[in-house]
């Protein structure tokens, strides 16, 4: 009987460590390089295009052409504090969102 408490109280496997700080570290280190992983691949790209998108938006002015996220491509009439207006054929003018601008046309996308 005596003999059997004895080993009761012996050393716990795996040479004598016990659960510490080291353990919950590498425990949780996978979480934190997938963090990393996606901040790099798809956090970080998405915030540098919405960057250059607002940057895009700040230098449009009147006479630009522009194309929308819809596919209408117009001049630029009026710009307003959250719209353009888009002039998309002779007497034909259309209020756009900001958000709703895709680009400024280059000659290439003209034809």
Same mark, same amino acid.
């Given at each position: 009987?005596?003999?059997?408490?004895?080993?009761?109280?012996? $050393? &716990? *496997?795996?040479?004598?460590? %016990?659960?510490?700080?080291?353990?919950?570290?590498?425990? =949780? /280190? &996978?979480? #934190?390089?997938? #963090? !990393?992983?996606?901040?790099?691949? =798809?956090?970080? *790209?998405? %915030? +540098?295009?919405?960057?250059?998108? @607002?940057?895009? =938006? $700040?230098? !449009?002015? +009147?006479?630009?052409?522009? !194309?929308?996220? @819809?596919? !209408?491509?117009? =001049?630029?009439?009026?710009?307003?504090?959250?719209?353009?207006? /888009?002039?998309?054929?002779?007497?034909? +003018?259309?209020?756009?969102? +900001? @958000?709703?601008?895709?680009?400024?046309?280059? %000659?290439?996308?003209?034809?």
């Amino acid at each position: 009987m005596f003999q059997t408490m004895a080993w009761a109280m012996g $050393q &716990p *496997p795996g040479g004598g460590q %016990q659960a510490g700080g080291g353990d919950i570290f590498m425990s =949780l /280190l &996978p979480i #934190f390089v997938i #963090f !990393i992983i996606f901040y790099f691949l =798809l956090i970080r *790209p998405q %915030q +540098k295009k919405a960057k250059e998108h @607002s940057d895009m =938006l $700040q230098s !449009i002015k +009147k006479g630009d052409k522009v !194309i929308t996220s @819809s596919g !209408i491509f117009g =001049l630029v009439e009026a710009v307003g504090e959250k719209t353009f207006t /888009l002039k998309i054929a002779e007497n034909v +003018k259309v209020k756009f969102s +900001k @958000s709703h601008i895709a680009g400024i046309r280059t %000659q290439t996308e003209e034809e």
